[in-house]
T-cell receptor, first 113, second 114 residues
Framework: KQEVTQIPAALSVPEGENLVLNCSFT??????LQWFRQDPGKGLTSLLL?????REQTSGRLNASLDKSSGRSTLYIAASQPGDSATYLC????????????FGKGTKLSVKP | EAGVAQSPRYKIIEKRQSVAFWCNPI?????LYWYQQILGQGPKLLIQFQNNGVVDDSQLPKDRFSAERLKGVDSTLKIQPAKLEDSAVYLC????????????FGPGTRLTVT
């Protein structure tokens, strides 16, 4: 059974810092991995999606990497801003293209001005 | 393009009462998902529809939860009777086809059972 773990559970940093969020999964047979952002009282917004054949994806100040063999992914946020404060969720899809998303518990990020 | 709509946004009920949530997916999206997100946890899939048929309901507590997607568009999720442990955010998501890369999430319904 696939399990997804995110470390740390919470993180508080001053504005401008670069930071790394970690995600690990137990079954390396994944189809893809996604990073989501969740703001209080709102749904999930997809940030980056990495296919199993890819090693990383970048969007603006965000960079996500995937090491499928070791069951790890990282989300790197450069030059953090107070607007980055949110909960970041990692999810893996297994079982082929029609498999379900299995989510981690998330990392709650607070960026202080 | 309008996003996934859900209502109500908040609901407070007493245990043993019943409650229903409504979801309107993005126009043209054939696949619809209901997730349960307990505080401090990641979302957990309850049920997945392809048009008006159920694809996966293996994690739906069928003794108290039911869901339908008549006409393959809107969907309702019902809980009857509710328990304290059902307190959670219920998220609806949709995707163009079952294997689509992206699922688009609605804002969720926060349920509190007292």
């Amino acid at each position: 059974k696939q399990e997804v773990t995110q470390i740390p559970a919470a993180l508080s940093v001053p504005e401008g810092e670069n930071l790394v969020l970690n995600c690990s999964f137990t079954d390396s047979a994944i189809y893809n991995l996604q990073w989501f952002r969740q703001d209080p009282g709102k749904g999930l917004t997809s940030l980056l999606l990495i296919q199993s054949s890819q090693r990383e994806q970048t969007s603006g100040r965000l960079n996500a990497s995937l090491d499928k063999s070791s069951g790890r992914s990282t989300l790197y946020i450069a030059a953090s801003q107070p607007g980055d404060s949110a909960t970041y969720l990692c999810a893996v899809k297994g079982g082929g293209s029609q498999g379900n998303l299995i989510f981690g518990k998330g990392t709650k990020l607070s960026v202080k001005p | 393009e309008a996003g996934v709509a859900q209502s109500p946004r908040y609901k407070i009920i007493e245990k043993r009462q019943s409650v229903a949530f409504w979801c309107n997916p993005i126009s043209g999206h054939a696949t619809l998902y209901w997730y349960q997100q307990i505080l401090g946890q990641g979302p957990k899939l309850l049920i997945q529809f392809q048009n008006n048929g159920v694809v996966d309901d293996s994690q739906l507590p069928k003794d108290r939860f039911s869901a339908e997607r008549l006409k393959g568009v809107d969907s309702t999720l019902k809980i009857q009777p509710a328990k304290l442990e059902d307190s959670a955010v219920y998220l609806c998501a949709s995707s163009l086809v079952p294997g689509a890369l992206e699922q688009y999430f609605g804002p969720g319904t926060r349920l509190t059972v007292t």
